[in-house]
């Protein structure tokens, strides 16, 4: 077992350091996700329910492999949700991710995407929505290697505030050794829009219920991507929205 | 319907409106025609309690009540719609689920069962139908992506599922071109040209009401309505213009 991480580590520069101890030592080792040639998979990863819920993957796609990953961050106190992906020619790498808190929770989504070999795309969506002292955080690395021309990768980053106690951050970060590449990252903090909220009022709905639409609106979008008819992770969103807005 | 005495209100500290009084009875269709700045859309605000329009005088009863002892969503649940000048776009919510969840809140509101979704969504399709609206747009979401014409229809759709007792219509003709126009006149007079009913339809331009008769005109002018007549006004509006009118 590895030393419990401190703050000085970047990735770990946001982290609630008390609750990672709590689990730290008997903390599984990253799950390793490995996707063959060519191959498909997706995945959907809803919180653990317990108040501290730490998880971590490393996921490699081989040549043309594509992966669709889909997952919501609720814990009570800290949610961590770790990933370390690993870009083969070709490889596609979707990842959709809510972090929805309030009262003191810390939820953060930590990912480093490694496009190693040409022609990969990589495309990441972080929401967060946070109430009361929560603190939200994205940090997300891509790491473009030499030689890893025609590289792909988008990080899109929105959070919104519903109490001047909570906090958002967001980090992308590139590290771009290849010439021929597209990355793109955008990050917003904001909070429910005024005018919206007042149209939602002419119409009838009360306070609570216009916020809670408003933010569903707003994280939806990230399941539209899901395969099949699993409506899990959209229910159990528009519960934990609905318990702060 | 609704009694407006003496109002005085205020945006951002500057008076906007200054002492106006209307009455208008149910079944009548009532419309406000002034010039920009005269504090048409101030009124609509103001009647609707949206944040930021401060009322400093003055009362509005609506079916009785006190108005302004209400919450915006409550005076929906009471029966007024506001129909906006400029609809608002929520992205990520569609217009079925966010007026679905909108009328089942005023049927709570008022302790009346809620509609299930079959029977919302076949409510939505009739009135779709009778503003001559494509009934798929209401898969989209919100306003987005619509033009000026078809906001203003989608706004005209929402009136007839929410089937109000008092329509307040803030500049729905403006931005429309002569197709939609018709539809939406069409729509005023299909949803709410009825005894139990009232319209206060606010427009700077007479030819909505080429369409749509109305029982009264009131030109308002710095805030207080200024003179009053019926629909023969309207045309005198036209013709000489509101500096004539109004002075």
Redesign the interface.
Known sequence: MTALPTRKLEAFRYADIDALASVWPSLAPPVRVEIAAQQKLQQIWLPSGDDVDVRRFDVVLEAGASANFFALNTASRFGRIELDVTLHEGAEFEFDAANIGGGNSTLEVVTTVRHVEPNATSRQTVRSVLAGKAIGSYLGKVAVSRGADGTDSEQSVKAMLLARGATANAKPELEIYADDVKCAHGATVGELDREQLFYAAARGLDPAGARALLLEGFVGGLWDGIEGDDRGIADAARVALKAIA | MLKIENLHATVAGKAILNGLTLTVPAGEIHAIMGPNGAGKSTLAYVL????GYEVTEGSVTFDGRDLFAM???E???AGMF?G?QY??E????SYL???R???N??KR?KGDAEFSGAEFIKLAKTQAATLGMDAEMLKR?VNVGFSGGEKKRAEMV?MGI?DPKLAILDETDSGLDIDALKAVGHGINEIMRAPEKSVLLITHYQRLLDYVRPDRVHVLSRGKIVRSGGPELAMELEREGYAEVAA
């Open positions: 609707g309690g949206r944040p919450e915006p969503h005076r929906a649940a506001l906006f609809p608002v929520i992205p990520g919510v689920q966010f007026l969840e909108s009328l809140s005023q509101a979401p929402q929410m």
